[in-house]
């Protein structure tokens, strides 16, 4: 092991790379439930929300494996969110615009991912992605780690820990942040969400304040593997507190199958590319489809990437990353492995820093990940026991130690005063990585050219922020 993932070289060992592997996929096992569900409309147990779960896992794994392998890095890979959102709403334009099925439409969308995943890799051979990397101006790189620290606070303390009340619809859901600790009293709460809702409020608050409290009483002691630990006591807090309220926490296991639906998966996605749906489309329309997937998956990529290495430590003194290369091709192979299983875009996770926080340096961290990914296969239903209120105390702790990151900017100088501040408001709002570096890189831009620096800025970067400008201002 320590030969093949140089452990010694990067200060690391067997045990610190396996609890940060197991940290980084407790960390995003949620992504297994939440992606087929985004995918097929919440159609959950059909054919095709099997299908795209076991392609959910193996996409992953491999990607992951990839990254383990390839560039030696402790980064996870998994289909991103927003790219996940934005592949549904294209499945349901196709639909309208050709009149399939939505299944058939569904499948001609991976074609699209499929292009998007093929052009990443010639792109990366041929180190264009790493050139686009280098055009981002040093300011806005030492930048990105913190933004994504609010981001990840954000999601903690947000979408992650809500509570759906009265019925399961958005306009009824409740957030710790947002209306735990920002009501006006916890009596009109109640009043609110009802006693029932009121009641798993309180305790995935709780979960959350002991949680975090354990996890950085952990890390204070320098004992490896706070934040998994500190996972495993706020899921037990919170199991606790359901068969307290009167719940059994563990009831699902009862009705579950641990059989993987392979069938299912060869059905409906399994190298299930619909050609003659996708050629229907129309040319303008794919085009601006994979033009807004690849860019928005390449700063995501490059965000997440760049960020976590910031947090390990692993970046030079011009934020560069060594084997950028092979991380970036690992990042493409998972797209092109997650287009012939059945899922959509595959990305590096920025959970990761997850697993980066509690010790991981190496490739061995991502190979333990990646194993989970494909265990997930079998255990899917324990993987769902992992109640979000633990996920969100890894989140939280994580978010808050990449905010160090903030030191190394240059607050005095409007270059980077701007496009970081730009950008620290633009990723936990927009909640795309991609979205706020184009914002951040727009911003630069201008303050160069207002102040009369434009020959400092590089000819790629001007290109970068001209193709931002088109992608937010000009519908297609």
């Known amino acids: ?59 992953s794994a491999i990607g992951t494996f990839c990254m383990a392998f390839l560039a030696n ?37 991976l074609v699209i991912v499929l292009i998007e995943g093929l052009v990443f890799i010639v792109l990366s051979v041929f180190d264009i992605r790493e050139k686009i990397l280098d055009s981002i101006p040093l300011g806005i790189r030492i930048g990105i780690a913190p933004a994504i620290g609010l981001m990840l606070l954000n999601l903690g303390f947000g979408a992650n820990s ?35 809702k009121f009641k798993y409020m309180i305790l995935t608050a709780i979960t959350i304040i002991l949680g975090l409290i354990l996890t950085l009483l952990l890390s204070y002691r320098k004992i490896k593997g706070s934040v998994l630990f500190g996972m495993i006591f706020s899921s037990v807090v919170y199991w606790a507190g359901q068969l307290i309220i009167g719940d059994n926490p563990f009831e699902s296991l009862s009705k579950a199958s641990f059989v993987p639906p392979f069938k299912d998966m060869a059905d409906t996605t399994l190298f299930k590319f619909n050609f003659e749906g996708f050629i229907n489309i129309g040319w303008f329309a794919i085009v601006a489809m994979v033009i807004t997937f690849s860019l928005i998956d390449m700063f995501d990529t490059i965000g997440t ?32 492995v997650g287009s012939a299983t059945g899922t959509s875009t595959v990305t590096t996770f920025y959970e990761s820093a997850s697993g980066v926080e509690a010790g991981g340096r190496t490739g061995l961290s991502a190979l333990v990940t990646g194993i989970m990914f494909l265990l997930c296969i079998f255990m899917a239903p324990v993987v769902s026991l992992i109640p979000a209120a633990a996920t969100s105390v890894a989140l939280i702790y994580t978010g808050i130690s990449m905010m160090s990151g903030l030191k190394s900017v240059d607050f005095g100088k409007p270059d980077q ?3 970081v501040s730009v950008m620290l408001i633009a990723m936990p709002v927009t909640g795309s990585i991609g979205n706020a570096i184009g914002l951040s890189i727009i911003s630069y831009v201008i303050i160069k050219l207002i102040s009369g620096k434009w020959k400092d800025i590089s000819v790629l970067t001007y290109v970068i922020a001209a193709i931002f400008l088109v992608k937010f201002f000009i519908p297609f």
């Not at 297994?32 to 054919?47: E, G, M, R, V």
């Not at 957030?175 to 969400?193: E, H, N, P, R, T």
């Not at 990353?321 to 493409?332: E, W």
């Open 305 to 336: 990437l760049v960020g976590t290495a910031s947090k390990a430590g692993m970046l030079d003194k011009n934020g560069k990353m060594p084997k950028m290369k092979q991380a970036l091709l690992s990042d493409a192979i998972g797209t092109v």
């Open 1 to 59: 092991m320590n030969k093949l993932f140089k452990l010694k070289e990067n200060n690391t060992n067997v045990r610190t790379e396996i609890i940060a592997g197991l940290t980084s996929f407790m960390t995003m096992a949620y992504i297994f439930a939440l992606n087929p569900n985004i995918l097929t409309n919440y159609d959950a147990q059909s054919p095709l929300w099997n299908g795209v779960f076991l392609a959910t896992c193996i996409a």
């Open 73 to 109: 890095k402790p980064f996870a890979m998994a289909p991103g969110i927003g790219l996940s959102t934005y592949f549904a709403f294209i499945v349901g334009n196709i639909v309208s615009i050709t009149g399939m099925t939505y299944l058939a439409s569904f499948q001609s969308a």
């Open 162 to 196: 809500r509570i759906l009340a009265s019925s399961e619809t958005e306009s009824n859901a409740f957030y710790v942040m947002k209306d735990f600790f920002g009501a006006i009293s916890a009596g009109s709460l109640k009043s609110q969400m009802g006693d029932e």
């Open 417 to 419: 005063l701007i496009p």
